[in-house]
Structure formats: structure tokens, C-alpha cells
């Protein structure tokens, strides 16, 4: 049995276990989905340690550190909006992948949003990301959208836009 607990990252050793995981999962899970130039240039973009640290000091970002017995195995990270909570990263290293920390995760999620009078929890996911795609659909998102989004460098995020509505 596995203890999970969750707690936010607030100094900047936390962060940059977040960054330097983040970097770990990235490489391993998205490389075949979007290759390794778009991994890397979006890595650097927005999940190093200076990308983390500005979303947390100045946009209002939280970033939540996702233990499994005492072992940092994801993360993620969050917008709190006026009646919404933007889901923008949830990551589980794969040799964590399977012990339910994602459900874990968006639990606390769901008691975050109720705490803050948040009506709905709404992410972008790769559509080609087929696996984490069933995954949220398993945890109760709806597709509700989908955008292309430039992020530079001739890069796109070619995404659904998918929500979950809280009871």
C-alpha cells in the first residue's frame, strides 16, 4: 500500500525538484508524440526552473509537489481562475504510473476547487495523447473544445480542450 500525499512546492529547492522531474517525464513521454526538438524548446519554455519560478512569482501559478511513501513522483500545476481552476500540468513519473496518484491528485483537486468556490476544472491535452486522454476521460473530463496554439520557435500545441464540472 502506498501513502500519497500532496503538498505545494513554495521554495525554490521544490521547485526546482519540480523542473528537474518535469524534465525526466517529458523526455520520456512526449518525445514520441511531438519528437524531441518540440520537447526540448518547450521544456526550457515552460517547465525549467526560471519558467516555473515566473508562473509561480508573477501569473499567479501553484505548483503542487505529488508524493507516493515519501517519494516525489509528479506534479502539478495550477491557475486558479474567477470560477474555474485551470488544470495546466499534471505529471506522474512512469515508474509511478498505475497507483492511482492521478486520481489522488485531482481528489485534492475537487477539495481544492469546493474550498475556493471553483465551479469547473479545465485542462488542454495533446490530441494525440491517447493513454493520458483516457485517463481524464476515466476521471470524469468531457472534451469541450479543441485549439491550435503557436508557441514559438515554428512549434504548435495541437490540443482538446477538456472539462470536468464540479458537484
Known amino acids: 500500500m502506498y501513502t500519497v500525499s500532496i503538498l505545494q512546492a513554495k ?14 517525464i517529458w523526455h520520456q ?15 526550457n519554455k515552460f517547465q525549467s526552473h526560471p519558467a516555473i519560478k515566473s508562473q ?5 501559478y501553484e505548483y503542487y509537489q505529488i508524493y507516493s511513501s515519501h517519494t516525489l513522483a509528479g506534479y502539478a500545476g495550477i491557475h486558479p481562475e474567477e470560477d474555474a481552476l485551470f488544470l495546466s500540468k499534471l505529471y506522474i ?29 479545465w485542462l488542454t491535452c495533446n490530441k494525440y495523447n491517447a493513454n493520458t486522454l483516457a485517463i481524464y476521460n476515466h476521471l470524469g473530463f468531457v472534451i469541450t473544445d479543441a485549439q491550435m496554439t503557436d508557441i ?12 470536468y464540472e464540479i458537484q
Open 11 to 24: 521554495t525554490d529547492s521544490e521547485i526546482q525538484d519540480i523542473a528537474t522531474l518535469a524534465e525526466d
Open 29 to 43: 513521454h512526449f518525445t514520441p508524440i511531438i519528437g524531441e526538438a518540440q520537447v526540448n524548446y518547450m521544456v
Open 56 to 60: 509561480v512569482e508573477n501569473n499567479g
Open 93 to 121: 513519473k512512469k515508474d509511478f504510473r498505475g497507483q492511482h496518484l492521478a486520481t489522488e491528485a485531482m481528489n485534492f483537486l475537487i477539495n481544492l476547487c469546493k474550498e475556493r468556490g471553483h465551479k469547473k476544472i
Open 152 to 163: 514559438g520557435n515554428g512549434f504548435v500545441m495541437d490540443d482538446y480542450i477538456l472539462t
